[in-house]
């Protein structure tokens, strides 16, 4: 009995780090009390909100003020529009939570999900801890679980639905670039490559992805040019980690992350936007593969059978498509995509 008495008592003063939940706010006057709502009903009570107006044009600052009123929050305004990843990255330098979690202000998430995630984080100190989320389209909801695997850490680019350690993050100088889309994809790769104990919980969803059709991903269609914004990124990516410098395997595995975010802004983002639009996207994917990767023929992940825990979505339509390159004729895939 005494023994017991001792556990929950260790589990309690363990409990009782703080987490810092970084909430970004731009045009959102919507959702936010939703998001800010979901936060403060958490059962783990000793967490911090930081919220940062990043120039909202909206009514969002007069319902941040009466939070912070209550002192519910601590608000952050930018001076000028800093874009998502470095709104983030402002809050995390005046956060004093041990642990950080990143939440966009159009989302929301479970009462017990702090509670969840500080649960397996202090099991075995962790750097960061992953789980999935329920995308929420429209009140039609569907849960994304993820699998125990590296490509977790690399290729399961969102930024939320994570804990993180701030001591790692930090030490590391692992941030966010300026570029206004797919902030995430090179938050994502930096962390990969600090080789981070980490723990995935593949039965656990309970960050709520709201598909807001005003957001920068909700708008996101071929005239946008994904393309060329996951080219930009990967430029940034590669000036700071020179790809010579890699060992092999981590060299594939970026190469490999680097086809399946172009496979997805052209397959996804560029489905029905005509062939001579997708000539275009397809051409400018080519040239810079080409630049970037001269061996990605090479590359063992392009084969189905080597991507183990990998999402099938991505293991199928990677390895069908590459292979078609390979023989030289994806690009009649790509323009019959371009027609539906």
Not at 122 to 128: A, F, L, V
Not at 212 to 237: C, P, Q, V
Not at 302 to 327: A, D, E, P, R, T
Request: aromatic share 14%; net charge positive.
């Amino acid at each position: 009995m005494k023994d017991t008495i001792q556990i929950r008592m260790y589990k309690k003063e363990k409990i009782m780090d703080r987490v810092t939940l970084i909430v970004p706010v731009y045009n959102v006057e919507k959702y936010l009390k939703r998001c800010i709502d979901s936060i403060l009903n958490q059962s783990y009570k000793n967490i911090e909100i930081i919220c940062v107006n990043d120039c909202s044009p909206d009514n969002s600052q007069e319902i941040l003020n009466d939070y912070e009123k209550k002192q519910q929050i601590r608000v952050i305004i930018n001076e000028q529009n800093m874009g998502l990843g470095k709104s983030r990255e402002r809050a995390l330098k005046e956060s004093t939570g041990k642990y950080i979690m990143f939440i966009d202000s159009d989302d929301y998430i479970d009462t017990y999900y702090v509670e969840k995630y500080m649960a397996v984080m202090q099991s075995e100190d962790y750097d960061m801890v992953i789980g999935g989320y329920t995308r929420d389209v429209d009140g039609n909801k569907k849960e994304h679980f993820v699998k125990y695997s590296d490509w977790s850490v690399l290729s399961y680019t969102i930024a939320c639905a994570k804990m993180y350690k701030k001591s790692f993050l930090i030490d590391n100088n692992i941030g966010f670039i300026d570029i206004r889309c797919g902030e995430d994809i090179f938050f994502s790769m930096e962390l990969f490559m600090y080789h981070p104990k980490y723990y995935v919980m593949e039965d656990y969803a309970g960050y709520f992805y709201y598909f807001n059709r005003k957001s920068i991903t909700g708008s996101m269609n071929a005239d946008k040019k994904l393309e060329s914004f996951i080219a930009e990124i990967f430029n940034r990516f590669i000036e700071k980690y020179p790809l010579e410098k890699m060992e092999k395997d981590v060299y594939w595995k970026i190469c490999y992350n680097y086809i399946t975010n172009m496979v997805n802004a052209l397959i996804v983002h560029g489905h029905g936007c005509g062939i001579k639009s997708m000539r275009e996207k397809y051409r400018y994917f080519m040239d810079d593969l080409n630049k970037k990767f001269v061996d990605y023929k090479k590359n063992p992940y392009l084969h189905f059978g080597k991507m183990k825990k990998q999402s099938l979505k991505i293991k199928i339509s990677v390895s069908i498509l590459m292979f078609l390159n390979k023989i030289g004729v994806d690009k009649l895939a790509y323009y019959l995509l371009a027609l539906i």
